[in-house]
């Protein structure tokens, strides 16, 4: 018994027990909170995520600083379930802004109700009305999240410019570690050319899943905004191309010589670019992808087209550097060059001709002779090796080959090698066998680019820049060092000028392409017929202009447009008049081009319903 | 009484000022974390009645009022009333079986207009009042076996109906009135099985019910083989029959019976049967020590099987709650409450996120964070600054009050005392236990801090019914100077 009446351990146990107890429960929440480091972050992921901040991708000019390619905002619409009203929403109206189907809807917020505390996805790609729209509705739990879409003004170049679109499985797995699944990246065109410029550099924040502001945002890396690039397109000139070529099956190219820019590139049939964002972009590429004229299909850099008489003019520049060819040799055509049973068929004009001549009037005849004496060279000993150098002529012209520009999937055209032909004639072949590659016809195949580069090499009498599309990128004082380099034929500059003559004649005093003549700018021309034996003839013509100091250069090639000057020839000499003069003096030679039905395009589409 | 004590205010004279500024401390400790768990940013009227803490707050205001008004009321009147206070308390849990409203599946409230009252709250006011003028008889003692079921009877009736509520957590409160009967000298004879009964009715829950068995007559055999210390072989000789014969028996049932033939009843067959041969060897041998074994072990063996019917009687939560904190089975809905809360206090670190700033709380991630797991908001946006200041507070306001039970005069108000300390220290380890994962899941609030507006009232009374208590004794100390 002590003071307060009691045996001393009833006292001092109950003391010693409260003492335990607080000291059992300060231990565990100490070991909680200072000591096992397990809980903080499991804490963290509550609340949480690491989110991915995109930047907005850099948007496009043409040369003359109109945009090709703007960043839009759209709206994502995002639910999140619990704040959502438990006695329902306007269903009716939501599907009605949204443009949604109900059962898509009811997916959307049975996943918004297996996280309800997340923001889940509901509505992608609303406009700012649809948006403004919702507010007004006002449903707690529903908001909407910015995001950039693309927007092409002037609704030009689809193939040309490319697309944005959702990065694929099998693109995931082969791009580098910079994507993730959900990443938008460019898909065709110059999108896809400079994804690294236009994309920018995402940034990455940790967000907080709770706060509905950004405030709370931890930012771990700012994203960098895609770069903005200056087009060598002239927009107005690529707009009034695909115009003529609508209805037409083929391609416009044209190039500035004395840099490689090009100016227009203009495949045809094309497609809306805006078609393929937003939305209906899956059903919009569906249809072009299930249209049997291909728009997706970009003829300017990928096709393998004949290139028809307008590659007489690299024989001739390949004869001449030989020296079997002197610009005043003549020989004579009779309806044709004949030799054996080899028939090479040709139209009326005087005759015997000199080259010049045989240039302007597209004589077949004398270019057989010319690639004759080529490939019979007693020089190199056998018409074989004679053929192999040929062959390098060719390919120093960017023919069979990539020209290494800018354009990703670039066509290499088609330039039979020797062992082609060894095979096929089971090694016995001569320049007969083959003679057909005089005129640009056999198993030759070249793009439309390769064509214009064709023309812009005569314009520069020897040399291009490697085409492209990109002037400038926002940021870089110059472009890729392969665009500035000089790129020679293996056929001296001397050489050109006769052929340029020859051209010049064509359209300005008594060729097949006269249609092109612009009085003061002294257009030069070759006309291309490519014999088809699937149709009508392809219709191909390339060109410059002016002959001195020429601005452009151009190539313009029409599927089944029957003879060059019928097709090919109006629309090159549009386009340059328009480049040239800003004007059109010739409005009935727009309304032919326009109207001109070729009838042979039925067969594409009865080709796909079978 | 002198004439100066009769002039003078009463009020604050003779009352403990450090139990006062505790309970101050704390209360406001909780407002303040009930505002943080419950405050919204986007509120218009943030003094609006709508919000916990205004509601809190009206509370904390009503509390000191009764706290007033119990300092200036003479402290003999518990004393005087205190069975009718009893019997008051008994009729308002009773009145919740016919008119209480159910919250989490206890029927335990009582709806006043947007109040929610719990009577249990205020019943334990009224049983700690009625324990302590029961044992303040002259004649009661606790060694009377009398006396004890007069106690017993006392603190089962409102127990019983806490069960009928299906309010068991607040029942088990009155459990912890054994540290209070161990201040008052309650045998350690019958301290000690209590303590072995409720180990073994936890353990009924883990062991398999053949374990269990082993276990129980294993330890027994080994206490009794203790006891008499030179029967060490005789015991094991009794064990190992024990076995052999049990499993004997067993194989020759299943020969002869085939199937439904437990292990279990058979074992507890043989041993019962053998029980009445170690009575006999016990009686023969003059060895009581073995009536107390045989006996202890009946008791046991007979509890095992309540353990069952009593979890059987449980709320299907309830059972699920138990099990996932003994770790039978992994409930994620029943261990989410709890994990989460871990989470919010082991992310708290030594000085927390920040008053107002604790994410799983201001996200509403913790469940209950308010009420019950208040804790939690603490420890989220306070850290051990915050937990360790709070469970000091609470430790010496808890010892504050036993010793205000130790200095008193009277018995009356040295069991009340300790009777609060109990009810107080029962809460505090469940509520805090179970918001860090040391004990099961049970709707008991933190006293003080957690938020509900009956509860602090009640623990408000509560406690300055024994500040008052103390506050006559020492005003009566010869040697109390008056300040």
Redesign the interface.
Known sequence: MNE?G??RW??I???L???I??G???L???Y???I?S???S???D???RYVVKYPPRGEVFDRNGEYLVQSKICYDLMAVWRDMPRSGVDTLRLLDITGLTLPRLKNALYEARRSP?QGRLVAKYLSAEEKLQLDELNIPGLYTVPRTVRQYPRKIGGNLLGSVGEITDKMLKNSSEYYGIGDYIGTEGLEAAYEEELRGVKGLVLH???ARDEAHDQIINHPQPGKSIVCTIDARLQAFAEDLMRGKVGAVVAIEPATGEILVMASSPTFDPDELVGRERGNNYMRNLNNPRHPLFNRSVKSKYPPGSTFKLVNGLIGLQEGVLKPNYRYSCHNGYDYGKIHVGCHEHSSPLNLDYAIATSCNAYFCYVFRNILENKKYGSVKDAYDVWCEYVESFGFGRKLESDFLGEGRGYVPDRAFYDKRYHKSWNALTVLSLSIGQGELGCTPLQLANLAATIANRGYYYIPHIVRSIEGQDSLDARFYRKNYTKVDARHFETIVHGMWRGVNVDGTCQGAKLDGWDVCGKTGTAQNPRGEDHSTFVSFAPRNNPKIAIAVYVEHGGFGASMAVPIASLVEEMYLTDSITRPWLVDYVKQKQINYYNAYDRKRQK | MTARDRNSVRLFVGVDRVAILLYVALTLFGLAAIFSASWNETSDAPLSLDHNYMKQAMWLGLSWVAAIVILLLDSSVWHKFAYYIYGFGILALLSTLAIGTTVNGAKAWIAIGGFRIQPMEFAKIAIAIATARMMSEYSFSLGKIGDLFRLAALLMLPLGIAVLQNDLGSGLVLGSFL?ML????LNNWICVPILFIATLFILSFVLTPVTLLVALITVFTLSAAMMMRDKWLLCLKYVASLFLASILLYLVLCVAVGEGVSYYATLFGVTLASLVAVVVYAFRKSLRQLYVIVALFFVSSMIMPTSDIVFSHLKEHQQKRIQSFLGLVSDPAADYNV??S?????????LGKGYLQG??T??R?VPERHTDFIFSTI??EL??VG??TI??L??AF??RL?RMG??QQETFGRVYC?CV?SIL?FH??IN??MT?G?MPVMGIPLPFVSYGGSSLFAFTIMVFIAFSLDASTRRELPTYRYI
Do not use: C, H, W
Request: hydrophobic residues 50%; glycine residues 12%; without cysteine.
């Open positions: 307060y009691g045996n009833r006292i146990i109950p003391r027990l409260v003492l107890i607080f059992v429960l300060i565990r929440v100490g909680l909170q200072l096992d397990r809980y903080e499991l804490a963290g509550n609340y949480l505390r907080d899943l709770y | 540290f161990y201040r008052e000298g994990n989460k871990k989470e919010a206090i082991g992310s708290g670190g030594l994410a799983l201001r996200y991630l420890g989220e850290g051990f937990t360790l469970l000091l609470l430790a808890i010892l036993m130790d200095r300790y300390a220290l505090v380890l805090i236990g860090i040391l």
